[in-house]
């Protein structure tokens, strides 16, 4: 138990220096603290607030999925 929350620690002093406030801003954190300081994902979320769904749901293109109601508002 000290150990993972030692690990967490030290992996976010390198992040708390950034103030992260999107979500595609908190991917990459997680992802940093994944790859290069070793947590698990679900650890990682937890540590700067994300929900896992959220990790690993793809990024949608807001322009491309609005388009068709964009187009119907400019008629």
């Known amino acids: 138990m000290y150990a993972a929350l030692s ?6 002093k390198d992040v708390i220096a950034k ?3 999107r979500p595609a801003e908190r ?16 650890q990682a979320c937890r540590a700067v607030r994300l929900g896992r769904a959220t990790y690993y ?3 949608m293109n807001r322009a491309r999925r ?9 008629r």
């Open 7 to 12: 690990l967490e620690n030290a992996a976010l």
């Open 19 to 21: 103030k992260t406030l």
């Open 27 to 42: 991917r990459e954190v997680v992802t940093h603290l994944v790859t290069h300081d070793g947590l698990p994902v679900q």
């Open 57 to 59: 749901r793809p990024l």
């Open 66 to 74: 609005d388009a068709p109601v964009i187009a119907a508002k400019s």
